[in-house]
Every structure is written in structure tokens, then in C-alpha cells.
């Protein structure tokens, strides 16, 4: 099974960045869909930013112009750069895939086996 490992996570003042990075413990050069997806206690999972096999990428209204999602194939690690950061992004993010996904977009439903361990945001007023 597929390991997504994500890190880079902090505590950091409105207005600051953070880049998270989530690590793959395979090739994910041909993965149809990549993406970030963020929870807080007592909700579900919301869908923040993704990018598709040929580069193409999605976000969430909230983070559109903020967030910059990206993928190195070469090392097989997906990156989310947060820029103004803003107290409601305060979130545990997580990485998530389907290799196979026809339709890329930010709220897509990841494979069951392609779901990865989080990493705490924790955005200050």
C-alpha cells in the first residue's frame, strides 16, 4: 500500500506562509489526481487545492490566490505553498490521490489507499 506522508506544518501568525510537502513512497509521476484536503475537529474533510496528471490545478474559492499547490515528479512529493494566512485555514492537512481519477478537481473523493497521514496548521490572529 501506498504511503503519503505529510509535513511541514506549524504555528504561524495571519499574513505569514508555510509550505507543506507530502511525501510518496511511490512513483507518482502517472497519478491522475493529487491534492490537499484539510479538517478541523468536528467536521469533515473539505477539499483545498489539487492538480491533475498533465499540471493543471484547482482550489477552493477560499484559498484561490493564496494557495499554490505543485508536484515534483521526479521525487515524488506534492507541495502546497499558504500564503496570507488567514486564522480560518487553522486545519490538520492532509495529502490524497486516485491514480486513475478521470476529472481532477479540488473536491474530488480520493482511492481509500491513497489517503495521508496529516500535518497541524495553526494560523494566529
Known amino acids: 500500500q501506498v504511503q503519503l506522508v505529510a509535513s511541514g506544518g506549524g504555528s504561524v501568525q495571519a499574513g505569514g506562509s508555510l509550505r507543506l510537502s507530502c511525501a510518496a513512497s511511490?512513483?507518482?509521476?502517472?497519478?491522475?489526481?493529487m491534492g490537499w484536503f484539510r479538517q478541523v475537529p468536528g467536521k469533515e474533510p473539505e477539499g483545498v487545492a489539487a492538480?491533475?496528471?498533465?499540471?493543471?490545478?484547482s482550489y477552493r474559492s477560499s484559498v484561490k490566490g493564496r494557495f499554490t499547490v505543485s508536484k515534483d515528479n521526479a521525487e515524488n512529493i506534492l507541495y502546497l505553498q499558504m500564503d496570507s494566512l488567514i486564522p480560518e485555514d487553522t486545519a490538520v492537512y492532509s495529502c490524497?490521490?486516485?491514480?486513475?481519477?478521470?476529472?481532477?478537481?479540488?473536491?474530488?473523493?480520493?482511492?481509500?489507499?491513497?489517503w495521508g497521514r496529516g500535518t497541524q496548521v495553526t494560523v494566529s490572529s
Open positions: 511511490e512513483s507518482t509521476a502517472n497519478y491522475e489526481c
Open positions: 492538480i491533475a496528471s498533465d499540471g493543471r490545478t
Open positions: 490524497a490521490a486516485d491514480p486513475k481519477l478521470a476529472f481532477c478537481w479540488y473536491g474530488f473523493l480520493p482511492h481509500d489507499n491513497y
